[in-house]
Structure formats: C-alpha cells, structure tokens
C-alpha cells in the first residue's frame, strides 16, 4: 500500500491596520505545498523541518508618518493551524524612501498576539519581507493549512 502525504501551507496577508499618523500597506503571498517530495531521505524518512518563502515575498509601505517614528506589529490571523508550526518572519531590505528602518533583520516568531517587528521614521516603501515555517513532520495530519498575516502600525 503506497501511502501520500500531503500538506499545504498558504499564508494570505490580510488588510493592514494603521494607528493615527502613519499607514501600513503589505502585498504578497506565500504558498507552500509540502509532499512525498520533501521527504529528506525518501519514503520512512521524515520532512524537512523548515521552509522558507523568498526574499522579498511580503512587501510593505509605511506612508503618511509626517517624519514621525513609528513601529510594526504582526500577527498571525486564525485559520486552519496546527500547533506545531511555527511562522516567522524578517526583513531582508530597508526598501526606500524619505525615512530609515531598523531592527528586524532576524527571524521573529509570530502568534496570535501582536508582535514587534521592526521600527522606523518617516516614509518608506518596498520594505521586503520573507517567511519561515518550522514544526513540520510526518506527524502532522495531511490537510490545508492556513493563516494569514495582520500588520499594524504605531506611531510614537
């Protein structure tokens, strides 16, 4: 008896939220079909552990700042989870514009919870953005699995 283990993953982001003062815009998406051929050493063998999303996968602009500092939030939106996965996210670029950005530049985890990602001043857009999923296994029941991605920005 052959048997095919399939898991999907799509990540959808979801319409951003803004604080007074500034704006947040993302765009991109990211999906991940996980199956027989990501087994690491053939069939018996277990799933790679991780997979990342390009470089860039997730964009996002920062109008309207006025100058002002601000800081982003992210969380994962429910959906069709497994406990075991874990989502994270970094940015890989400082995109462009009249303002600056810092930190973020490692991988940070996200929840259901707001989580700081990265900080700035003033404008900026094309800041890239890329995705990590860890905690596959065989174990985890073949499905759909998806979450989306909620950004929120606040002024300071």
Do not use: C, H
């Given at each position: 008896?052959?048997?095919?283990?399939?898991?999907?993953?799509l990540l959808l982001l979801l319409p951003a939220m803004a604080a007074s003062g500034a704006d947040v815009s993302a765009i991109g998406s990211?999906?991940?079909?996980?199956?027989?051929?990501?087994?690491?050493?053939?069939?018996?063998?277990?799933?790679?552990?991780?997979?990342?999303?390009?470089?860039?996968?997730?964009?996002?602009?920062?109008?309207?700042?006025?100058?002002?500092?601000?800081?982003?939030?992210?969380?994962r939106a429910s959906g069709t989870w497994d406990p075991a996965f874990r989502l994270s996210i970094r940015r890989t670029s400082d995109g462009?514009?009249?303002?600056?950005?810092?930190?973020?530049?490692?991988?940070?985890?996200?929840?259901?919870?707001?989580?700081?990602?990265?900080?700035?001043?003033?404008?900026?857009?094309?800041?890239?953005?890329?995705?990590?999923?860890?905690?596959?296994?065989?174990?985890?029941?073949?499905?759909?699995?998806?979450?989306?991605?909620?950004?929120?920005?606040?002024?300071?």
């Open positions: 008896m052959k048997a095919r283990l399939a898991a999907g993953v990211w999906t991940k079909i996980v199956g027989s051929g990501d087994l690491i050493a053939g069939a018996g063998s277990d799933l790679a552990a991780q997979y990342e999303s390009v470089s860039g996968t997730t964009s996002l602009d920062i109008t309207n700042a006025a100058g002002g500092a601000w800081r982003i939030f992210a969380r462009s514009g009249s303002g600056s950005v810092q930190g973020g530049a490692s991988y940070v985890e996200l929840s259901t919870l707001d989580t700081e990602i990265l900080t700035g001043v003033g404008d900026r857009s094309g800041i890239a953005l890329q995705l990590k999923l860890s905690g596959m296994s065989r174990k985890v029941s073949p499905n759909t699995y998806s979450s989306g991605i909620i950004f929120t920005v606040v002024a300071q």
